[in-house]
């Protein structure tokens, strides 16, 4: 009996539909961007629940951002509908590691309400580690311990499995001697970095052959999205997990892997045929997602690198009003904002939404021109990624105070807030109660307790430590009678936080009230105070707070496996984008991710897409002018348009001294060959100059190529 073609599959194409039914053993879908792998994976857990193969709690599927894992879960819910069989394992790595570890905690040492530490209380314990061991932190920073150490994890080693000499290079030959110090620490305070979130499961499966079996007959099928960019560990708890059943779909785009420096590998691609035999593969060539100019423009860019596996990408899109990828320039970063931002008002004129358009930056430190603007001129905005709104410092310090509420025994978070708002503590007293603490080895609030029940604590810092473990006490004995958003504005506002706030007459502090506000806020989704800090130490990825239409402000590693209508690529410069950084530390490997970044940019957009640079950029302080990215120059003739940013300056007036064969152009369109005539000197620049047409009515650039008769470099003209 043949059954009617479900819905959901009809709409994908023969290949889709094949990596789709595909359900029983390995799959391997690799595929270029926009080809409609997230849509295959969505469709497969629909597609292996309407067969009835598994109930949902059977399927696992990882993304690689909470964005995406939020996305994924929308769209399985649109698919599957009202099914009350719960949903199934759907999250990153981490959300999927942290859900097992609590189920396991004792097995590995720690308690099931383990802490989560995020960066800033990693540096701390590490700075403690070097301090205990007479470590000049000046020599061996402790940022460089932790990258070691991540390095080690991402990688699924312990400190015993670490080969000796590997640390060798750290403080004399300590390295290895750290990370086991560093481990015990955590372990000591029942906590776990982001690396033991995956490093910790493995060694329980290893060390527990029953709990790993158990999983490897609960989880029937497994999905994992952006494999290119997983690391060892990943990899070996993946194939722990599936050594069972073998039921193990992966995608992937080799061209999109951005997390090298991470310690991702795209060589378990390679790996996977391997690993499992039989494994059936799937291409996918189609973009469904941009338009063929922009879909041009990114294959054209990524053609430059030369470790690909390959691909071909097309599109079947045919829009009469497609224009091509625009290239302009500003005079420096507080322009290249303004005229961005006046773009998107302009495009909004037009009736497109604030929420189809996105503006990715290489670094964090762009957003600040973005924000700034976009606040002058009441440009709704959200950040995601980056500066996250839960690393700010109220955010921190209000999240500290919860934290000592419902986990007592968290050392760190106590000790951020001992003395703040200042009551009286200072750095003898803090001393006093953490050696205590170490001495007895109990909690730091613990100690405090004691302390004060001798003389040892005395004036105004013994009142200020009874008055703050009091309150401690009485905000615990309410976390059952009082609902968590209460609490939490309770204990800001009977701490002396939000009074603080308040006296304090420093421009951002309003700012930081408000800020405040919206942490309460966005408590409510939540049913307890642990439950939202659970949340706050996965979150990756802040999400967008402001309500209604906003322009997304990003980072490029932040927009892997989204799309917006419209894309704006800033700080398309030499030094920033690629990072000088990158190339200083992995030369070409490091130049060849960086272009990967760059086409995981332009292919973000479904219609529109602006590469923009600045002549002139303040680097750690200082100004200095930029010479446009050798990815500008990568572009291909015929899909892109070079705009001037009329009346700012600009190219027009600055640039005629420095780029004299400008003139040769028209006034208001240019081509990226003056981007390469800058850069290297010595080359003879390729005069395209694009002449704007009008076709139908809409206006066009018809590109034009000519044999200079002259160019300048410098005052020289030759
Ligand atoms: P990336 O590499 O950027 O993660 P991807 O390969 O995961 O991209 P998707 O995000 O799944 O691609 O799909 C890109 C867009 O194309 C989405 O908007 C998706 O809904 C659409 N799409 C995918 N397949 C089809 C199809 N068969 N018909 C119509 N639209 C499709
Ligand atoms: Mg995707």
Redesign the pocket.
Known sequence: VSRPTPSYLE???PE?RRAVEAIDGPVLVL??????????LTTRIAHILSLGKARPSQILAVTFTNKAAREMKERVAAVIGGQSEGMPWLGTFHAIGTRILRRHAEMVNLSPDFTILDTDDQIRLAKQVLQAENIDEKRWPARQMLGMIDAWKNRGLTPEEVPKSEGDYFANGKGVGLYKLYRDRLKALNAADFGDLLLEPIRLFRANPDILADYQSRFRYMLV??YQDTNVAQYLWLRLLAQGNRNLCV?G?DD?SIYGWRGAEVDNILRFETDFPGATVVR?ERN??STSHILAAASHLIAHNEGRLGKELFTDFTDPDEVPVTVASSWDSEEEARAINEEVESLQKKGASLDEMAILVRTTAQMRAFEDRFVTTGTPYRVIGGPRFYERKEIRDALAYFRCVTQPAYDLAFERIINVPARGIGQVSVRLVSEAARAEGIPMIAAATDLLSTDEVKGKARTGLAGLVASLERWRSQLDTMSHTELAEIVLEESGYTDMLKADRSADAPGRLENLKELIRSMEEFDSLPAFLEHVSLVTDAQGEAGGEAVTLMTLHAA??L?FDVVFLPGWEEGLFPSVRALDENGQAGLEEERRLAYVGL??ARKLAFVWFALNRRIHGMWQSSAPSRFVDELPEGHVMVREEAGYGGIGSYGRSRFDEVETFSSSYHTPGWARAQRRREDVPRHRRHVPTTIDGELVAKTVTEKPSAYAVGDRVF
């Not at 595929?31 to 295959?40: E, H, I, L, P, S």
């Open positions: 709409s994908l194409n889709q595929a270029g961007a926009g080809t409609g792998k997230t849509r295959v999205d952006e995608v785009d999109q996918l469904y997602r892997k496996g799309e292919t973000r």
